[in-house]
């Protein structure tokens, strides 16, 4: 065969093209710094593939999906990051003394956390998290915690997953740390299971619009940590992953960027918080929140006042419960032609439908309080509209408020019990509350309505994959990939927000080769 011929380097012409590719499928920002390892990258890249030109190579890049296993060598040039386990002292003294503290009070009687570690690189921050957590809480054991650990380097969540790691690792640890969760293993020492297995890895990328959902179980968080991520993004892409961190936050949650990363004009939503030396952001919450040695910024900084919503009942008992008056949004209507004057009264009341639908579209903006106050009245003019319970439910399963979404959901089955949408969420809560086989069988149902419900199908998979069933994964997420195939790339997949078919089969492909590499 003869050899491939490929230039030492790339034209201005070619680099601002792969870099425009980069930037647009990754969301990763390649300033001066770093022209040379993008140019390594590419260089190696079309060696490795066998391309016979640079031409080859962008055009192989540009037609394949960026979760397809060609994109991971280079993604994995551009994101190397140095990390290690208890990194930044200043952060983790706050999570040690003040954060974490206030969320396990928080949620001393639900027993309940979720954080997500964005970003994680190589593991040592959601492990960090993890053995922080084992030190604090006594029962953690008797406690439903997820750590949520994603990345974009598929490679880097290989190794994290591994849990082996070098003396490298642990320079800013404790020898008691390395001695008490890790086991010597050869030249590396591993990670005990009892952490490991607090921790739950997948692949994300945060510049696609994924996430609050909890399909990718990116919902309802209490602490996200995305450090020595964004620094490296464009301003514009920066701006839409910190208002869906805001979104994907519980109320009063937290959330913790790098150093030099809190730049205030991208976290305007968030109430500013200094601990210590160290900078966060807070969801704006009722909670009362008392942090030691904690001061506001500034008077700009504190959340402004606004109208409270009337109040709704914590947790739907009985279809008679009384409903307090809620004002519902008149949708926009033509008006009448002048030689046609309204016959009845110009502020004609709006149908349950048209409040309800009022309701969905205050949702689909990520207003999800003025949407419960529309869906509740809703149900008021209309005891019987059925989906509108169905909202309720969702809104409060992404709020993390479980026990009131299957409330909701019961009312909504108990008028229709074959509303395949409530068996479907109640799947989901199912999962959030650790009973899988509560929810392998809310997804059967949903099957039994609904063979081609793909979301069931998906969900199957997943929870068969954890389970050690590789055939009977394999064969739900078959079904659903022939499903979304059937489906336009860009069309957003039934019940699920915000995914599109074509990100769903990527996702079922990159866990297929997660969990079989």
Known sequence: MTDILLPQNLSQHDYMRFRDLVIERTGLEIGLRRRVTL?????????????????????????????????????????????????????????????????ISRHRKDKRLRIWSAGCSTGEEPYTLAIMLRRMVSDIDDWNVLILATDINRESLKKAQAGHYRKWSFRQSHLAIKNIFFKPSGDTFEILPSVREMVTFAYLNLAEGSYPSL??????????????VIIYLPKSVTAAITSRFYQSLSSGGWLVVGASETNHKYYQQFVTRNIGAATF??????????????????????????????????????????????????????????????????????????????????????????????????????????????QMARIRANQGRLEEAQSWCQLALDRAPELLEAHYTLALIFIEENIPDQAIRQFKKVLYLDPNYILAHFGLGNLYQKNDQPEKASRHFAWAIRLAGRMTPEQVVPGSDVLTADQLINMINTTRRFNSG
């Open 281 to 390: 952001y807070q969801k704006d919450s009722a909670i009362p929140t008392t942090l030691p040695g904690d001061d506001l910024k500034n008077a700009a900084a504190l959340p402004k006042k606004s109208k409270k919503p009337a109040p709704l009942p914590p947790t739907p008992i009985m279809p008679s419960v009384l409903l307090p008056p809620v004002t519902p949004v008149v949708p926009p209507s033509r008006s009448p032609a002048p030689e046609e004057p309204p016959q009845t009264s110009p502020h004609q009341a709006p149908t349950p439908a048209e409040i309800y639908q009022a309701g969905l579209d205050l949702y689909a903006q990520g207003q999800f309080e003025e949407a419960t106050g529309q869906y509740m009245a809703a149900i008021e003019t209309d005891p019987n509209m059925v989906m509108a319970y169905h």
């Open 215 to 228: 399909v990718t179980n990116t919902n309802a968080m209490d602490l996200i940590l995305c450090r020595n």
């Open 39 to 103: 140019v390594n990258g590419v260089l190696e890249g079309a060696v490795h593939t066998r391309c016979e030109n640079l031409e080859q190579y962008f055009t192989l890049l540009k037609s394949t999906q960026t979760e397809d296993s060609l994109w991971d060598d280079l993604i994995c040039k551009l994101t190397v990051g140095e990390t290690y386990f208890f990194r930044n002292p200043s952060h983790i003294e706050a999570l040690r003394a003040h954060i974490l503290p206030d969320l």
